[in-house]
């Protein structure tokens, strides 16, 4: 490993129209989930100027069922309006009321259908067979101890920096604040720890008057604008880390008052490296959002973040990658690897072991996942937006953020 290089990671906010694509598609999965544990959804969403377009496949016996409501094409009655003001209500809580994107006026479309009868025979249980893999692919989880929260600290100081910008937006106390933003941070390392912010990157979309340059520009106001982001960054970054030499960009376009899905269209899963390690670790390539944790993009891949979180919490490792990968239709997972990348208190094949040997797991099949950390919840609109980990585990939300294993780990290992 070097010992001395820069680094950056990008966040941007809620009102991302990335970000917006994947609540809504987060608010449908907790609203099936709630009316059914064992729903079946994977729900895309497209947004752009006064259009949100929602599709994909679900089951769902309360909400769609073919045989039984017939004269609805298959809906229960009022689940198609339940579903449109579950998705109105999701903009208008990230604040969208302009003119070229409002929750109350946007034209919607609904385009959710049933699930495959042929995925369906694959990943359901029956007879003798357990639960398969809702698809195949591979799944990273990773953890390092340069923040309290164990994530890569780029990523952790960008992501906090929106986050607060986004409840100061809120409160009325930054009222020049519009939904969309981006954040990214640069830091120096040496010897694997961070000393230095070399430079800030913020661009928040805001009210006239306030960009830098342009027909609405006025100095005063943007100067305004600049020293309440220089603010939240000196609350957010270590102190020892802002030095004379970090350079801010804050709004470097100059305005950026059109945005969100107006500015820009947006899709569902289209920030998986926000949403995770902000590269700081590998990515198999799945999103999250939309997604019931019978899909394993999502439940396997909170799986590998907790299990390296609990790695790193236990003192065994000072970085851990963990990936896991499955077969759609197949219960068992094909292969487990873990990588301490030379922090390791023990041997990576040690970890490995130690890991088959915690029966709460359930052999880290999509059951034993989804049973152990209790995913079959509607939890997941808020990780939809300032990522999926490093969050606080608070009642149902973030289960995969618990420190359950730390002392089962080292049992493992010493046994």
Known sequence: MRSSYLFTSESVSEGHPDK??????????????????EARI?????????????????????????????????????????????????????????????????????????????????????????????????????????????????????????????????????????PDAKSQVTLRFENGIPVEATAIVVST??????????????????????????????????????????????????????????GDAGLTGRKIIVDTYGGAAPHGGGAFSGKDPTKVDRSAAYAARYLAKNVVAAGLARRCTIQLAYAIGVSEPLS????????????????????GRIEALGGLTPRGIRTHLELNKPIYQPTAAYGHFGRKADGDLFPWERLSLVEELKSAVAG
């Open 20 to 37: 917006v694509a994947d609540q809504i598609s987060d608010a449908i999965v907790d609203l099936l989930l709630s009316k059914d544990p």
């Open 42 to 178: 994977a729900c895309e969403t497209f947004v752009t100027t006064q259009k949100i377009v929602i599709g994909g496949e679900i089951r769902c016996k309360p909400v769609y069922d073919e045989e039984k409501f017939t004269d609805t094409h298959g809906w229960a009655p009022g689940a198609r309006d339940e579903i449109e003001q579950t998705v109105r209500e999701t903009v208008r809580r990230i604040g969208y009321e302009q003119d070229g994107f409002h929750w109350q006026t946007a034209d919607f479309e609904n385009h959710l259908h049933g699930q495959s009868a042929h995925i369906a025979q694959g990943v359901d249980a029956a007879g003798n067979k357990d639960e398969g893999a809702g698809d195949q692919g591979i799944m990273f989880g990773f953890a390092c101890d340069e923040t309290p929260d164990l994530m890569p600290a780029t990523l952790d100081y960008s992501h906090k920096i929106l986050s607060r910008m986004a409840a100061d937006r809120k409160s009325g106390k930054a009222p020049f604040l519009e």
């Open 205 to 262: 979309q805001h009210k006239p008057g306030y960009a830098e340059k342009g027909e609405n520009a006025d100095p005063k106001l943007y100067g305004e604008l600049r020293d309440y982001v220089k603010g939240v960054v000196a609350d957010v970054l270590p102190a020892e880390l802002l030095t004379g030499n970090t350079v801010y960009h804050i709004n470097p376009t100059g305005a950026f008052e059109i945005g969100g899905p107006d």
């Open 336 to 355: 487990l690897y873990v990588d301490t990348h030379g922090s390791g208190a023990v041997g990576d094949d040690a970890l490995e072991v130690a890991i």
